[in-house]
């Protein structure tokens, strides 16, 4: 166990950890909601630093980043534990556990190790993802460190819960981050996924604000989240709060973990996603889960020429010329398009 990051002491050995919009108070002798941040004797300390539960190497458009050096590969890592608790999580057997001898349980690897295995296997970025980077943070933070003294970016794939505190903490080391955006009603993230929707999107508009290039993702899950209305709340805060040139994955939800009586997301539900994603002024809205290849393409938003065609998760043809359009010439947002 190391001792945690960003927390605060209180009276008779009670701590405040500030690392994520639950901020919880705990107890000498009890966890946090995310149960891998304990209060031993006044001092807060995380379960789960070195224990990388997954690692693999995949490519950045698994992430999904669609606009970040295309085509490269991200060394994927995860530890266990997670702040949220989705009863449709697709990760569950390594996000949900409680047990603190399962949290500890995941292989060590130190930072020193992670930064140069992703060296030695040609990656371009090392991705904290699969479970949630916030309760892996110092982990990620000491990891990313020294991603970026080896020349490499850092990508945190997030619930985006996290505190502003922790985004300024992590700033100077995070290249990219996707956020999944699970809904645009309060209660049903406080219903189904037990936490609040504000602090997401106040996360959102902070990264945005940072200078960190920004992907969101929402799962549409019928019958949750799939009402016309809530989906143009959510596509019209991506363009207005967040810019027209935010990537957006609209991806299909498959049944899974405590959700397994709702069926997958018809094609049609997610096609009335992407036609009112467009008519709200996103430029780049992609379908993912799907086996419709077209809807993972990149097309000019000023003269639909098409810049990067893609294949599941490779990259069949970039036609990008210096970050622009060969055809009309205008400049595509993203970072390393080539
Ligand atoms: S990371 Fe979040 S859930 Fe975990 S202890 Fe800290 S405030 Fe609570």
């Known amino acids: 166990m190391k001792e945690a990051l960003l927390y605060q002491k209180y009276d008779k050995n009670k701590v405040r950890c500030d690392l994520c919009a639950h901020r919880c108070v705990i107890h000498p002798g009890k966890a946090g909601i995310c149960m891998v941040r304990e209060n031993i004797n006044g001092i807060l300390y995380t379960k789960v630093y070195g224990r990388s539960i997954a690692r693999h190497i995949d490519p950045v458009e698994k ?111 995070l290249d990219a981050v996707n956020i999944d955006l699970k809904a645009f009603r309060d209660k049903t993230y406080r219903r189904i996924i037990g936490a609040r929707l504000q602090p997401v999107l106040d996360s959102l508009k902070k990264i945005k604000q940072l200078g960190i290039w920004l992907e969101v993702t929402s799962l549409i899950i019928p019958g949750i989240n799939d009402d016309t209305s809530e989906i143009r709340d959510m596509a019209n805060f991506v363009a207005s709060e967040l810019g027209a040139d935010v990537p957006w994955h609209i991806s299909r939800f498959f049944p899974a973990y405590k959700m397994k009586d709702v069926p997958q997301t018809p094609i049609q539900t997610l096609r009335m996603a992407k036609a009112i994603g467009i008519e709200e002024g996103l430029n780049f809205i992609y379908i993912g889960n799907t086996s419709n290849t077209g809807d993972m393409n990149t097309k000019c938003p000023q003269c639909d020429y098409l810049l990067i065609e893609r294949l599941n998760f490779g990259i069949l043809k970039n036609n990008i010329k210096d970050g622009h359009c060969p055809k009309c010439g205008i400049k595509i947002a993203g970072v390393g398009l080539y």
């Open 63 to 173: 992430k999904p980043l669609y606009h970040f050096y295309p085509g490269s590969k991200a060394y994927s890592i995860a530890t266990p534990g997670c702040n949220f608790h989705c009863i449709f999580c697709q990760n569950w057997d390594i996000s949900q556990l409680t047990n603190s001898e399962l949290l500890e349980s995941g292989p060590e690897a130190t930072p020193e190790q992670i930064a140069r295995n992703a060296e030695q296997t040609g990656c371009k970025s090392i991705a904290y993802t699969y479970t949630e980077p916030t309760i892996f943070f110092e982990y990620s933070y000491d990891t990313a460190r020294l991603a970026h003294e080896a020349g490499l970016k850092n990508i945190y794939v997030s619930n985006g819960y996290m505190t502003h505190e922790m985004l300024d903490m992590i700033r100077p080391y």
